[in-house]
C-alpha cells in the first residue's frame, strides 16, 4: 500500500512570505503528526490532528498552524516565515495516534528561507 | 513532561559485529517506546517498538531492551551491515500526549568495511 506522501520535497521561500505544506497518510489512518527536524534542536513534535480536530499541540509560535480534512489528508502553515523556520517538515500518520500506535513517517518536505 | 536523552551522538562499528545504542528518558509514565532509522534525505523508518509492560523485544537482527528502573532504552543490531550506516533515534510517548513523539537527538551509526 502507498506509505504517508508529503509535498512538495522542496521549496525555497522568502523571510516574511507563507507557505504551505501537504501531508496524504496511509489510507486508513486517521491521525496525522508533523514535526520540525533541524540540526540544532532534533525532531520537534508541531501538532497533531485527529478526525479534523487538532487533539495535541507543541511549543510553536501561533505563526505555525495546521488543518485536516474529511479525507484525512492534512496541511500545515507558517505564515510570516523566519530564517529560523529552515528544516525538514515530516509528517506522521497512524491509525488512531493512541493507545494503537504504529507511526509512519513521510519523506518530508526541505524548507529553505532566505 | 518528558525529556529524552542520547548518550552518545556516533558510534563506528566495524562490519559483522554487534551495535548498541542507548537512550535515556525522563518521565516514569512513558509507556511506549519506538527505535527509528534516519537515512539521509528520507523520513524516519520504523525499527522496532516496545511497550511498558515488556523488558525485551526481538525482531530481526534487532533487540530493544527496556529497564524501567533506570529509566534506559538500547537497541542492540546483530551482524552490524553498511546498510545499517544511518541516524538512529529513539522515541517516546506516554499517556498524557496522545500522537505526540518525544525524540532523542539521535545517534549517528558509521559501519566500516
Known amino acids: 500500500k502507498a506509505g504517508v506522501t508529503q509535498t512538495p520535497r522542496y ?22 503528526s508533523w ?6 534542536q532534533g525532531l520537534q513534535f508541531l501538532f497533531e490532528y485527529f478526525s479534523e480536530t487538532q487533539r495535541n499541540k507543541g511549543n510553536f509560535p501561533g505563526r505555525f498552524s495546521g488543518r485536516q480534512f474529511s479525507n484525512s489528508r492534512s496541511e500545515m502553515n507558517v505564515s510570516t516565515l523566519e530564517l529560523g523556520d529552515s528544516a525538514l517538515y515530516l509528517c506522521a500518520s497512524s491509525f488512531t495516534g ?3 500506535y504504529g507511526y509512519t513517517f513521510g519523506s ?3 524548507l529553505t528561507v532566505v | 513532561g518528558e525529556s529524552v536523552g542520547l548518550h552518545l551522538p556516533t558510534l563506528s562499528v566495524q562490519e559483522g559485529d554487534n551495535s548498541i545504542i542507548n537512550c535515556a528518558y525522563s518521565n516514569s509514565a512513558s509507556d511506549y517506546f519506538i527505535w527509528y532509522k534516519q537515512e539521509s534525505g528520507k523520513g524516519p523508518q520504523f525499527i522496532i517498538d516496545i511497550r511498558s509492560n515488556m523488558d525485551k ?3 530481526q537482527r534487532v533487540t530493544v531492551l527496556l529497564n524501567k528502573t533506570v529509566k534506559h532504552l538500547s ?7 553498511p546498510g545499517d550506516s544511518a541516524v538512529y533515534f529513539c522515541a517516546v510517548n506516554y499517556g498524557g500526549s496522545q500522537g ?14
Open chain 1, 98 to 100: 493512541g493507545r494503537n
Open chain 1, 11 to 32: 521549496l525555497i521561500k522568502t523571510r516574511g512570505q507563507q507557505v504551505t505544506l501537504s501531508c496524504s497518510p496511509i489510507s486508513g489512518h486517521r491521525s496525522v
Open chain 1, 108 to 110: 518530508g518536505t526541505r
Open chain 2, 75 to 81: 537497541l542492540q543490531i546483530a551482524a552490524t551491515q
Open chain 2, 57 to 59: 523485544r526481538q525482531g
Open chain 2, 100 to 113: 505526540n513523539l518525544i525524540f532523542g537527538k539521535g545517534t549517528k551509526l558509521s559501519v566500516k568495511p
Open chain 1, 35 to 40: 514535526y520540525q527536524q533541524t540540526p540544532g
